[in-house]
């Protein structure tokens, strides 16, 4: 899947974290939050579309359940979620 930076799954879904990214994938450096109540101290960027991790590009991050999480489309398509969350804010901003 290709995530498309929309935010939707960082700033909503319950996941599991990597604490410190320069500990890498170690017990006790997971921690889960809600989203919802906690922002992901890894989102970088307040605008839909222009979302960065600072652990996606880490050699080890395909093996954490934040990259199981998202995994909804099978091989390299676009996300579907972010196709529709990038639309809806196109739409809105046509309408400002």
């Known amino acids: 899947m290709i995530c498309l930076r929309c ?5 909503t ?3 599991v ?9 170690k017990e006790g450096n997971f921690k889960a939050i ?16 222009q979302y960065s991790c600072a652990v996606h590009d880490k050699k080890w991050y395909k093996k954490t359940p934040c990259f199981s999480h998202g995994q909804i489309e099978r ?18 901003d046509k309408n400002k």
Request: glycine share 12%.
């Open 7 to 11: 935010g939707y799954c960082c700033l």
């Open 13 to 15: 879904s319950m996941v």
């Open 17 to 25: 974290i990597v604490v410190d990214p320069d500990k890498g994938l």
């Open 34 to 49: 809600n989203c919802l109540e906690e922002r992901c101290p890894h989102l970088c960027g307040d605008e839909v579309g």
């Open 75 to 92: 091989g390299n398509q676009n996300c579907r979620m972010g196709e529709h969350i990038l639309a809806e804010s196109r739409s809105k």
